[in-house]
């Protein structure tokens, strides 16, 4: 485990050089409504002062001797190749001894032998947004003019590999793949992902235009949004498949997060921890938003270029979004025995009313409380094994069947 931190000197950043701005026009994308609230940003890319400055700050921001930096979107390669060629030069110059990672989200449409080159020449580890199957992952992901995307997507997974760049794949679970978790895995496996993380997306129907977040009883759902039980379905197909031949091999997000809690450590997955406020975003004017999923106005914390990132990572403002996570859970949710595996859920999922509770509950509830059941005997066996000095791999042959 990494040694703790104070906060004002522990904290992601998620940096969108380009902000909503995309080759892709996914329809369950919840980043490109912000264009109209982005209409006002003076530049469609992150200006190079502002890069000078933002990774100065944000590495002499902490003390970790480690310092991550992420680079996300709408889609990160719009900002152009030079550009992240000036990242890595700033991040030699202000390194002071410290250790620089880099991780790109990115859709892989653009990703060609230049592109690939330098991911491998810097290290950056790539997150490649990828559906599974072809007829899934082209119902949303289009490009701009309408048409398919995974063969694209598929050829720069295999320039990726052939540069020797290290991947994982992001997949979104929807109202069309929760079926299909089985096919899914097997796909991404096909395609040699061995670092999976499966995302439900859970949108309110409409443009979110707002001060703040906050859908009424009567918001509908966006057709496109996973059912209450069928993230559950598509994790727990994902797990029977990958506890009886992959342990080790592969590596899913999730799972590894509740191994984690199953051993007493804290989730690595933000939707899975007891706080909310470790993971900001920084916009390309250099505005600063208490998370990914709540960049609205009432959740800017303030702008780098007038206040330093370590303040407002560590504000009043930012503390309170954090506690919410934990101050707001409804009176069925404190009652629960999952509560300290899922402490609720995202905040942003908590759209379901329940009559004579004051707070709203998560929408996905059914699917946690069907993953930690379906999970609980396997991960039982493996925190067992890993205590007795073993290797959760071990399991395996007693869990096949």
Not at 204 to 220: F, L, M, N, V
Not at 284 to 300: I, M, Q, R
Request: charged share 20%.
């Amino acid at each position: 485990m990494a040694k703790s931190h104070s906060q004002s000197t522990r904290f992601h950043m998620m940096a969108k050089p380009v902000s909503y701005r995309c080759n892709l026009k996914c329809d369950y994308c919840f980043y490109l409504e912000k264009e109209d609230m982005m209409a006002t940003h003076p530049s469609e890319r992150m200006n190079d002062g502002l890069l000078k400055r933002y990774v100065r700050d944000y590495i002499r921001a902490q003390d970790d001797e480690e310092i991550d930096f992420a680079w996300q979107g709408g889609e990160p390669t719009l900002a152009g190749l030079d550009f992240y060629r000036q990242v890595v030069k700033y991040q030699q110059r202000y390194a002071d001894g410290k250790r620089i990672t880099n991780s790109f989200q990115t859709n892989a449409v653009a990703i060609n032998h230049q592109w690939a080159e330098f991911f491998a020449e810097h290290g950056f580890l790539i997150g490649v947004s990828i559906d599974g199957m072809p007829e899934i992952h082209d119902r949303y992901r289009i490009s701009v003019n309408g048409r398919p995307t995974f063969e694209r997507v598929k050829r720069a997974i295999e320039l990726l590999k052939t540069h020797q760049v290290d991947f994982n794949t992001l997949t979104v679970i929807n109202d069309q793949n929760w079926q299909r978790g089985k096919e899914t895995y097997q796909a991404l496996k096909a395609l040699g992902s061995q670092f999976m993380q499966f995302i439900p997306i859970v949108e309110i129907d409409g443009r979110q235009q707002e001060e703040r977040y906050s859908p009424g009883k009567t918001a509908k759902l966006a057709p496109f949004s996973v059912p209450p039980h069928g993230y559950g379905q598509f994790m727990t197909d994902v797990f029977d498949q990958w506890v009886q031949q992959d342990v080790g091999q592969i590596f899913i997000r999730e799972f590894d997060s509740l191994l984690a809690s199953w051993l007493g450590y804290p989730a690595s997955v933000c939707v899975l921890a007891r706080e909310c406020g470790q993971a900001l975003v920084i916009e390309t004017n250099g505005d600063v938003y208490s998370c990914d999923h709540y960049v609205y106005p009432a959740n800017k914390l303030g702008n780098m270029q007038v206040t330093p990132l370590g303040t407002l990572a560590g504000s009043k403002q930012q503390r309170r979004f954090g506690s919410a996570k934990h101050d707001k859970l409804t009176g069925q949710c404190l009652r629960c025995e999952f509560r300290p595996l899922c402490h609720g859920g995202c905040p942003k999922h908590r759209i379901t009313p329940l009559e004579g509770e004051k707070h709203p509950h998560n929408y996905l509830c059914t699917s946690y409380q069907q993953i930690f059941n379906h999970l609980a005997p396997a991960l039982n066996m493996m925190a067992q094994e890993i205590q007795r000095g073993g290797v959760a791999a071990n399991v395996m042959p007693r869990l096949a069947r």
